[in-house]
């Protein structure tokens, strides 16, 4: 125990790297079915095992009061989870939180956009791998491009900061979407990262197969684009390139060809209340107890937080050539 029941107002783990974003799942449920991150017959956790709303809410509360400055929200698909814009509207208002972000689909953006702008929501990232919509459908199995193209522009007309396009290329399935996906990019004034594919879940393609390296589609685009090679950053792991002219920024999420465990900052907490020190490890602390012994004491839950930080690893082992995934896990369960 800290002294005087003190607690540090910045989390800093054994490496010296300080701990200031946490990524908050606050569901697995989705209304798609992407390839990579789910089986086609997912079984979804029963509703006492998932945190609460208020629970959430009380989670980003205790990470904020420690030194937590960015938020992202997740799942699944964290927009069908009902009520979610109530949790958006409690937190989006804390002092110390610099920023509130959301990852999603861009499903339920048409008819929600505008209120996550005026609960605070500072920036979004919408998944989007194909701007073919049979392919589209192929790669999320339910999912509709319209409806996503239509959140997209809701989004842009609700004015967030930031509007951010995340697309996972496969080999012999969307690798050629790289030009086109960043020409829309381009022409709707939005940025784009590509997010090498991640070895979690048993899926039901051969990952060492589909994987496309992000040095790949790096090339691929330097002979489309005069790419500049960028320092900016957004506190994630996105490594960023400028095309001229535009207001397009490029980024690379390369978890296998460029490990950026050495600069990490981030924890994540899935829908169970699970903390995972890294996204690629099993080390986690089970936060959900806490929350639900002792409901108006937080100084176990702090305490718990801040001992886990020295459990964080120095990175994760990502090998797409295994046999087995890295993690067995779903990307929709940790948290995308």
């Given at each position: 125990m800290h002294k005087n029941n003190t607690y540090p107002t910045t989390l800093i783990?054994?490496?010296?790297?300080?701990?200031?974003?946490i990524r908050l799942s606050i569901t697995d449920r989705c209304d798609f079915r992407c390839v990579y991150c789910m089986s086609e017959d997912m079984t979804f956790l029963p509703r006492d095992e998932v945190l609460s709303l208020e629970e959430c809410a009380r989670l980003v509360k205790v990470f904020v009061s420690l030194g937590v400055s960015k938020v992202r929200i997740t799942g699944g698909e964290p927009l069908v989870r009902k009520n979610a814009l109530q949790l958006f509207e409690e937190i989006g208002q804390l002092q110390g939180l610099r920023e509130l972000v959301l990852t999603t689909n861009g499903s339920q953006l048409a008819h929600q956009a505008f209120a996550l702008k005026q609960a605070g929501v500072r920036r979004i990232n919408i998944s989007l791998d194909?701007?073919?919509?049979?392919?589209?459908r192929k790669i999320t199995r339910v999912g509709e491009l319209d409806k996503v193209l239509c959140g997209i522009a809701a989004a842009k007309q609700a004015g967030f900061e930031n509007i951010k396009l995340n697309a996972?290329?496969?080999?012999?399935?969307?690798?050629?979407?790289?030009?086109?996906?960043t020409a829309f990019a381009v022409e709707q004034g939005l940025d784009i990262s590509f997010i090498e594919e991640m070895p979690l879940g048993e899926v039901q393609h051969s990952r060492s197969e589909s994987y496309v390296s992000n040095e790949d589609t790096l090339k691929l685009l330097r002979a489309r684009?005069?790419?500049?090679?960028?320092?900016?950053?957004?506190g994630g792991p996105a490594r960023y390139w400028r095309?001229?002219?535009?207001?397009?920024?490029?980024?690379?999420i390369s978890p296998h060809s460029h490990n950026f465990c050495e600069s990490c900052n981030r924890v994540r907490i899935t829908c169970k209340g699970e903390l995972y020190l890294c996204l690629g490890q099993e080390n986690k602390v089970d936060l959900r107890p806490l929350l639900r012994e002792f409901p108006h004491d937080d100084k176990p839950l702090i305490q718990a937080i801040v001992d886990s930080m020295q459990a964080k690893p120095k990175g994760h082992d990502f090998n797409v050539k295994r046999a087995a995934p890295a993690v067995i896990r779903f990307m929709s369960h940790t948290g995308g």
């Open positions: 783990d054994s490496f010296g790297r300080k701990v200031d974003y194909s701007l073919d919509a049979t392919l589209f996972l290329l496969m080999r012999g399935i969307n690798d050629d979407e790289a030009l086109p996906l684009y005069d790419l500049v090679s960028s320092a900016e950053t957004t095309i001229p002219n535009s207001s397009t920024k490029i980024g690379f």
